[in-house]
């Protein structure tokens, strides 16, 4: 009875996806790091840092563009090569095996940055450059990196204005790009950044008022820089706490971080912003948390045979490498002139000859995403360093044993060697 349990799957699939509000849609993330060198070590990790926790809450890959003005992970400095750390024991590796960075080094520019916001991109730009979005979407863009008073530097070369960004917000309102949008920035003066603002359904946050500086935190005498600064390290904290059912709101996000800790004022900025904060949970945007309608209408899906039939019968010739030739191809006939329950039943008899293409099919249709296993920051962030071994470094040892005999020969001399051997 395996075949009618794996063929009723897409039929549940199409179901879910038939019931999907048509006012909701996925969640399009901006994460952009604009500082190259290696003493901006924490801008990476900051930028990582976001990263990893929207996708842990669900936000896939396809659906964020990342952007790197510098690899940390290769840097010929790093003493930890292929690692980002966002914490001083060492213990949260923010850059794991599954980052996808789509800007790279020399790519994260100005023009790029906003040719990805309006969608202005040239043709032949890959999907995974592109920000996918439409009238329905909620998006985050996070930036950090060096500012000041109305601009943010990238890669210490051009600058971006809080004019030009507002402009850009404005192309994407009109070009119906985002239904609502979270802007945060840490860099000095951040809340500068999103004084010009005046498209509606926006609301920004930013680590510091003008003319205060963002601080960094952390220190780490291992690699000789920071690894993070104060206000995302304890956002980042704050996200740690998350999951996608949660009720948690923006009005929480706006305490995470006070002057007694991050030292600057954060500030938030949500006139704009249609919805009243208390009511907007985390989730909306830095979930992937889809709406449902319960319709009362009864909706009838006919199975699509044809389509089937070629699906399963291309699967037959990939899985039955161990049966002769002249029976795939008997089957393959069969299945063509077969409809209804028929084919069923060939199927399970290409089972019975030996073959396990059902048990495959089924655990293609059936085996859930797997994701890696995360240590929670919590954990980490209120743990004591783990005490290290002490191991006495090279020819230690051996000076040790040149030193005692060189005091011996220098109290006794060489004519009491002779009560010693």
């Known amino acids: 009875m395996a075949a009618p349990c794996s063929l009723s799957l897409p039929v549940v699939a199409l179901a879910a996806l038939a019931l999907l509000s048509p006012r909701s849609s996925a969640a399009g993330h901006i994460e952009v790091c604009t500082s190259r060198f290696w003493f901006n070590y924490r801008?990476?990790?900051?930028?990582?840092?976001?990263?990893?926790?929207?996708?842990?809450?669900?936000?896939?890959?396809?659906?964020?563009?990342?952007?790197?003005?510098?690899?940390?992970?290769?840097?010929?400095?790093?003493?930890?090569?292929?690692?980002?750390?966002?914490?001083?024991?060492?213990?949260?590796?923010?850059?794991?095996?599954?980052?996808?960075?789509?800007?790279?080094?020399?790519?994260?520019?100005?023009?790029?940055?906003?040719?990805?916001?309006?969608?202005?991109?040239?043709?032949?730009?890959?999907?995974?450059?592109?920000?996918?979005?439409?009238?329905?979407?909620?998006?985050?863009?996070y930036m950090t990196g060096h500012g000041g008073n109305g601009f943010l530097k990238f890669q210490d070369s051009e600058e971006i204005t809080n004019i030009e960004l507002a402009d850009a917000f404005e192309q994407m309102w009109q070009k119906r790009r985002y239904n609502e949008l979270l802007f945060i920035i840490d860099t000095c003066q951040g809340a500068s950044m999103y004084?010009?603002?005046?498209?509606?359904?926006?609301?920004?946050?930013?680590?510091?008022?003008?003319?205060?500086?963002?601080?960094?935190?952390?220190?780490?005498?291992a690699i000789g820089v920071h690894l993070m600064d104060r206000y995302t390290f304890y956002v980042l904290e704050f996200l740690e706490e998350i999951n996608p059912a949660s009720q948690t709101n923006m009005n929480d996000l706006f305490q995470v971080c006070p002057k007694s800790l991050c030292v600057s004022t954060p500030g938030h900025r949500t006139d704009l912003f249609q919805r009243d904060p208390k009511h907007v949970l985390i989730t909306d945007f830095f979930g992937s948390v889809r709406k449902v309608e319960i319709t009362a209408e009864t909706i009838s899906l006919q199975r699509d045979l044809p389509a089937v039939e070629s699906r399963y019968s291309?699967?037959?010739?990939q899985a039955h490498d161990r049966q002769s030739s002249q029976f795939i191809i008997s089957l393959q006939q069969q299945l063509h002139h077969s409809t209804g329950d028929n084919w069923l039943k060939l199927l399970h008899k290409a089972k019975s000859e030996g073959g396990d293409m059902e048990d495959r099919m089924e655990e293609e249709f059936t085996e859930p995403l797997q994701y890696a296993e995360q240590l929670p920051v919590a954990q980490i962030i209120h743990q004591k360093p783990k005490p290290k071994d002490w191991h006495p470094p090279g020819g230690f040892i051996l000076g040790l044993w040149a030193l005692i005999i060189m005091v011996f020969f220098k109290t006794y001399g060489i004519k009491h060697m002779k009560f010693i051997f």
Request: glycine content about 4%.
């Open 314 to 317: 291309s699967q037959l010739l």
């Open 43 to 141: 801008h990476v990790a900051n930028t990582l840092s976001v990263y990893r926790s929207v996708k842990r809450l669900g936000i896939p890959d396809s659906h964020i563009v990342l952007m790197l003005a510098d690899d940390m992970a290769c840097n010929a400095r790093n003493p930890k090569p292929a690692t980002v750390f966002s914490h001083k024991n060492m213990e949260l590796n923010v850059y794991g095996d599954d980052v996808e960075v789509d800007y790279r080094s020399y790519e994260v520019t100005v023009e790029n940055f906003l040719r990805v916001l309006t969608g202005r991109v040239p043709p032949s730009t890959p999907r995974s450059k592109r920000l996918l979005s439409d009238d329905r979407s909620n998006i985050l863009i």
């Open 195 to 221: 004084e010009r603002f005046y498209s509606p359904n926006i609301m920004a946050l930013a680590s510091s008022q003008v003319g205060e500086d963002s601080l960094s935190h952390q220190p780490d005498p």
